[in-house]
């Protein structure tokens, strides 16, 4: 292990900062077949409701300038076959597990929790961009009060390390990192997509079945970075940082802007070897400027 | 066994106004591939990010050969390159068809842009296949498939290469006897094609697409509707890992 890269997020010690974005990687078994999947800091793996959800109907897939729309409706089987059938596949790589959990109401969310509490999985990662079915299909990530309340509620069903994901459909993103840090989370995750359109002026309709869907990849990258710094200099826990990562660069720039760790998503679909070249080049960039350790480097912007 | 890699490009040729066939020099894919799997082609402008699909139309001793329509901004890159550059790729991947067993009479239907993929398979099929080919208008590739000794039916919508309609009239006039159906093509096609095996009971495999970002069934973005039989409701699948052939029984074809 390099003492340099390790990285350690709510008393979580990563073996390196790169963590792979929940969606993008499923739960590591097909990436698994091109990269090795013991390199990575941790794998975040898609999220897990109690029941199954069949997701959105097609097209769900729409590629922009810069990016790519998605509006896969957090497609899953459930959490029984993911304790079934991917932890053990997980658990057999020397890798850290994050399991990004979802679900429509106070008590979905509970649910999942509970059902992972006595699981061997190293963090839980909150996914509140889901719409709340009690309160009309709003986000729940969207209303500090609501951020709050559905944190501690999750909090109480697991003594897990517990990171929160937040939505960048915010007005004031550190309102939202505040309230969910009140409410008891352990580290932040940010950012989510950003809503986003695309239109087939031919066939004059949106591409997307369901209109609209979250916009990732490269062009989101100068908010999720701005947003990732507003939050670090908020808050005292740690924050991962995502948003059109696709280089070392990349990754550095939400290092210095104070992200504990990083996640890759979007730039996996490009390069299924994007998350292993990161990993080298920060390494190669601390050993280049002689860097003893990320610590020197995190936060490092003003 | 799924590989990532740049693959030489050798003999690029138009065959038919935005219509183009392509050899790479792919011979990790080449080796493992089966007839109905796809490869990922990456744009050479790094700003279109995500791969195109594009199914093996022939597989080589050391090189593979694929067959695409311009359609966007993604393949209208392909043609501007010369023998010897080289693309991004990703594959083999998906699941082929499953070849028929001994003694099998099978029916091959494909339309437009679903004809290439199904010439390896016609290639491959050991016993008696007869080919029905749908186009536009002219046709394209059709030699191809009676290069390999195929009896070769041609409809086009404007009559150009034989029979006026669509494949599937066509297929009806002729009434072929078949154990087995294989179908690539438009949706429509594909259900029409779908529905006449069924009528007739023939198992029948169709090779279907949709969207997509990974390609290798991580994301969930290619999906689409299945119904297993003896289960009581459908599931979406994805047709970069669990197809892009599945039975054309268990495609549910109305929404
Ligand atoms: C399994 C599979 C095999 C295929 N095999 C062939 C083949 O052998 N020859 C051939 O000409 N075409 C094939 N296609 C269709 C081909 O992938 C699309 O025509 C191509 O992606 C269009 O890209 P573009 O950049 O030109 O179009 P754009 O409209 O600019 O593409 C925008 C986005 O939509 C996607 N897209 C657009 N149309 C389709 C489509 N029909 N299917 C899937 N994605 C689409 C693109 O990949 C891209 O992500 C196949 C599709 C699939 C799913
Ligand atoms: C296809 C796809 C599926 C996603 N699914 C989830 C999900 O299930 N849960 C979640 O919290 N975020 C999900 N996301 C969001 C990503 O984890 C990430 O926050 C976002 O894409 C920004 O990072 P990127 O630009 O590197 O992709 C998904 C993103 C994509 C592209
Ligand atoms: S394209 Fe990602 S699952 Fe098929």
Redesign the pocket.
Same mark, same amino acid.
């Given at each position: 292990m390099d003492d340099r890269m390790e990285t350690v997020v709510a008393g979580v010690a990563l073996k390196n900062p790169v963590i792979t974005a929940s969606g993008t990687f499923g739960s590591g078994r097909e990436y698994g077949e091109l990269i090795d999947l013991d390199c990575l800091g941790a794998v975040t793996v898609k999220g897990v409701s109690c029941e199954p959800w069949k997701g959105n109907p097609i097209p769900r897939?729409?590629?922009t300038q810069s990016g790519m729309l998605n509006s896969i409706g957090l497609q899953n089987p459930g959490v029984e076959h993911f304790i079934e059938h991917d932890l053990p596949f997980l658990r057999q790589h020397d890798t850290k597990i994050i399991v990004n959990i979802c679900g429509h109401t106070l008590a979905q969310y509970c649910a999942v929790a509970e059902r992972l509490a006595d699981c061997d999985v190293d963090m839980l990662e909150l996914n509140i961009s889901c719409p709340n079915v009690e309160e009309g299909g709003l986000a729940f990530g969207t209303a500090p009060r609501m951020v709050e309340r559905v944190v501690q509620a999750v909090r109480h069903y697991t003594g897990q390390p517990l990171a929160v994901k937040l939505s960048p459909e915010v007005t004031d993103i550190t309102e939202i990192a505040r309230a969910a840090v009140s409410g008891g989370a352990d580290a932040l995750s940010l950012i989510n997509t950003l809503r986003g359109m695309k239109i087939d002026i031919h066939r004059r309709r949106a591409v997307l079945a369901s209109r609209t869907g979250g916009y990732s990849g490269p062009g989101i990258m100068p908010v999720a970075l701005r947003m990732v710094y507003e939050v670090c200099k908020t808050v005292d826990v740690p924050v991962i940082g995502m948003g059109g990562i696709a280089t070392f660069e990349d990754a550095l720039e939400f290092i210095m802007a104070g992200a504990a760790a990083v996640a890759v998503g979007t730039a996996n679909f490009h390069n299924p070897y994007a998350t292993v070249e990161i990993i080298e080049g920060i390494r190669g960039y601390l050993e280049e400027n002689d860097i003893a350790s990320l610590d020197k480097i995190r936060g490092i912007v003003d | 066994m799924n590989t990532y890699y740049k693959a030489a490009i050798r003999n690029q040729k138009e065959l038919m106004p935005g219509i183009w066939k392509m050899e790479l020099e792919a011979p990790e894919i080449a080796h493992s591939a089966r007839p109905g799997q796809?490869i990922q082609m990456y744009?050479p402008d790094e700003r279109?990010l #995500?791969a195109? @699909?594009?199914?093996l139309?022939a597989i080589h001793g050391e090189s593979v050969e /694929? /067959?695409?329509?311009? /359609?966007?901004? $993604?393949? &209208?890159q392909f043609p501007r390159l010369r023998d010897n550059d080289t693309v991004q790729l990703m594959g083999p991947l $998906?699941d082929g068809f499953t070849l028929p067993e001994a003694g099998e009479r099978s029916v091959i239907i494909g339309g437009g #842009?679903g004809i290439? @993929?199904l010439l390896e398979l016609s290639k491959r099929i050991p016993g008696e296949a007869e080919v029905f080919l749908g186009y536009a208008d002219a046709p394209f590739m059709d030699g191809d498939f009676r290069g390999h000794g195929r009896k070769v039916h041609v409809a086009s919508q404007t009559g150009n290469g034989g029979f006026r309609g669509t494949v599937l009239e066509l297929v009806e006039t002729i009434a072929p006897f078949a154990d087995r159906v294989y179908a690539c093509g438009p949706r429509q096609m594909l259900q029409a094609v779908a529905e006449w095996a069924g009528r007739q009971g023939i198992p029948v495999q169709v090779?279907m &697409? &949709?969207?997509?970002a990974c390609g290798i069934g991580a994301c969930l973005g290619?999906a689409v509707k299945i119904q297993k039989p003896g289960e009581k409701d459908w599931q979406y699948l994805r047709?970069?890992r669990d197809g @892009?052939v599945f039975s054309g029984r268990e495609v549910v074809w109305n929404g």
């Open positions: 897939i729409a590629e | 796809f744009p279109n #995500l195109r @699909p594009i199914s139309a /694929v /067959v695409y329509r311009v /359609v966007g901004k $993604g393949t &209208e $998906g #842009l290439p @993929p090779s &697409e &949709e969207r997509m290619c047709v970069c @892009p």
